[in-house]
């Protein structure tokens, strides 16, 4: 663990950012850890319907502070020997359990460093969701410790427990009660975090006179107080075995899933999964765009994007997950600034274990000039490797400015510099009228022209993410 002081994370020097606070949100399944980042949040940024599997960042901003909370998935519940012992018996007794049996870790589940990782440099409290509708027990209490303990060493200074459901409580308890009739594992728990807690009501989010995120602000600043402005960073050596982990894993999965394709050619299976990264510079439309090939409004459009966001839908009896990313500079790479350049690339670190396809979003109203071509490249090739080319499409975005004028013509009027444009990603390009998601035939073509690209690429199918992009 390193602690570094908040002196110099105040934001950008220069003052066009207001300073930052960064949460980390753990807890088990079922805690009402996503309701509560979106209570956070103060809007709808996490999807509640479905179970999380990989970490997600979401940013608001509060009494004119910067807030990036990054919810993650559910830490797993470690199985009670005990129980263990118990079942074994019942097994040899030819008895069935009463429990249910745990279902194995899944191959695409994160850590919790993951988390740690996209909010750079480090969190400043990691919020522990505990639901009071559910028995916190030791197996519990070992879980949030194991949890934990995978981030390093001094990690509870920085800890906070957030309890969830609070509504449910009978009339009259408070939280205090509840903490002191629970159990020793949840005294253990509270105690292990300084006495740091905070109740939260998600079904109150919408109400006038709602001050529970404002209080659990306070709370937060005087637990940074406590820490000297100091916030946590995950060691260097826990991130290099986390990698070496997931890499493992990794190669599980893939092998597990070249054993589902061989088995869907004989008797058809799920859909195919697609990892699209958007890219280009800003006000280009990449949005639109994503909400345009996931057929529906997945992300916020018409505002400058300042952190990459990852959303997924079925389209054309695909998997497509989309990563939107912040606009670069079309100038140079030296005036995008570092943390949108670092943000390309942990954008395609959510991509695991690599995109498919970096789409290059392009207005077709845009000229491009020979500078712009040439910055647009150096971007990809700096970020991504050289490489990257086999793996990059054009997108014209704003193709209902065409009318009938097909693309082809369009791109012999734009002249030397857009063709060489497509000659560096092989030719490969597509128009989409981005105005109507949902509406544009033309996405299932797009998806097609991938499929085709995945093909030509043979086993390099994918550009694999790089250790220094997460």
């Known amino acids: 663990m390193a602690a570094v002081s908040s002196a110099s994370d105040t934001g950008d020097p220069r003052g066009r950012h207001p300073p930052e606070r960064r949460l980390l949100l753990l807890g088990g399944p079922q805690s009402g850890k996503t309701s509560t980042a979106n209570t956070i949040l103060g ?27 990054v919810d993650t998935p559910p830490w797993a519940i470690p199985s ?36 740690a990782i996209l909010c750079p440099p480090g969190p400043h409290a990691i919020l522990l969701v505990v639901s009071v509708t559910q028995p916190f027990t030791d197996t519990q209490r070992r879980a949030a410790e194991e949890q934990l303990g995978a981030l390093g060493g001094g990690t509870w200074r920085y800890s906070m427990v957030v309890f969830t459901g609070v509504d449910k409580l009978p009339k009259g308890v408070f939280i205090e009660e509840h903490i002191a009739n629970t159990g020793d594992a949840l005294q253990w728990l509270v105690e292990r975090c300084g ?21 659990l602000m306070e709370k937060v600043e005087e637990l940074i107080t406590d820490n ?21 894993l990794e190669e599980e999965r893939m092998r597990m899933e070249e054993h589902a ?5 004989m008797i058809g299976g799920p859909p195919r999964e697609l990892r699209l990264l958007l890219l280009g510079w800003k006000g280009v439309g990449k949005s639109s765009v994503g909400n345009s090939i996931l057929g529906r409004r997945y992300f916020e459009s018409g505002q400058e994007t300042e952190l990459c966001l990852r959303r997924q839908a079925l389209v054309s009896g695909r998997r497509i997950t989309i990563v939107d990313t912040p606009g670069w500079d079309w100038f140079s790479v030296r005036r995008t600034p570092k943390r949108i350049r670092q943000e390309s690339q942990r954008g395609a670190a959510l991509l695991r274990p690599g995109p498919h396809t970096l789409l290059l979003v392009l207005p077709v109203v845009s000229s491009l000039t020979a500078r712009k071509r040439r910055t647009l490249l150096a971007h990809i ?5 050289d490489s990257a080319c086999l793996h990059t499409m054009v997108l014209f975005s704003c193709g209902d400015w065409l009318g009938r ?15 060489r444009l497509l000659e560096f990603c092989g030719n490969y390009y597509h128009v989409l009228d981005s105005k109507t998601p949902g509406k544009d035939r033309s996405v299932s073509v797009l998806l097609d022209k991938i499929e085709e690209m995945i093909r030509e690429n043979g086993d390099k199918a994918f550009l694999p993410i790089q250790t220094e992009w997460c």
């Not at 074994?88 to 695409?108: F, H, I, R, T």
């Not at 000297?228 to 493992?248: C, H, K, M, S, T």
Request: proline content about 6%; hydrophobic content about 25%; aromatic content about 6%.
């Open 43 to 69: 809007d709808e940024v996490f999807d509640t319907g479905t179970e999380t599997t990989h970490s997600n960042v979401g940013q608001t901003e509060i009494y004119g502070r910067r807030v990036t909370v």
């Open 405 to 419: 004028t097909p693309i082809e013509e369009h791109i012999l009027r734009g002249g030397r510099e857009l063709q």
């Open 261 to 265: 394709r061989q088995r869907e050619q």
């Open 195 to 215: 006495s740091r807690y905070h109740a939260f009501d998600n079904t109150r989010k919408e109400t006038e006179d709602n001050t529970q995120v404002p209080e």
């Open 228 to 248: 000297q402005g100091w916030y946590f960073e995950v060691n260097e050596l826990i991130l290099l075995e986390e990698e070496q982990a997931r890499r493992a």
């Open 80 to 115: 009670d020997p005990e129980d263990n012992a118990e079942a074994d018996s019942n097994d040899n007794a030819g008895a069935e359990s009463d429990s249910p049996p745990q279902a194995p870790p899944s191959l695409d589940s994160e850590g919790p460093c993951m988390g």
């Open 381 to 385: 090739e700096t970020l991504f490797g």
